[in-house]
Nanobody, 115 residues
């Protein structure tokens, strides 16, 4: 089994920055894709950004140019640097990992962008 521990959420003013982290641990054979999704109450979970084990990344159009995803394969950790945050970025952010041919999700961390 794989466990995911997220950190870095919180309250930030519009235009500010936050950095999310997600560390995977447990019986990890191979991690392929790591990423972040977000979900607002009553809405479907949506992709924010993903990154493969070779470093290829993909972003939602709404965050391109503002968010940067990265990963440290030695630490089994994925990061999401979020800059120029807007009120519409307020959501619960979930870490996603595809490992051992299975999908795993974190419990979510709340990001609130408000003045």
């Amino acid at each position: 089994q794989v466990q995911l521990v997220e950190s870095g959420g919180g309250l930030v003013q519009p235009g500010g920055s936050l950095r999310l982290s997600c560390a995977a641990s447990g019986s990890i054979y191979r991690i392929n894709v790591m990423g972040w999704y977000r979900q607002a109450p009553g809405k479907e979970r949506e992709l924010v950004a993903i990154i493969t084990n070779s470093g290829s990344s993909n972003y939602a159009d709404s965050v391109k140019g503002r968010f940067t995803i990265s990963r440290d394969n030695a630490k089994n950790t994925v990061y999401l640097q979020m800059n120029s945050l807007k009120a519409v970025d307020t959501d619960v952010y979930y870490c996603y990992v595809h490992a051992n041919f299975m999908e795993f999700w974190g419990k979510g961390t709340l990001v609130t962008v408000s003045s």
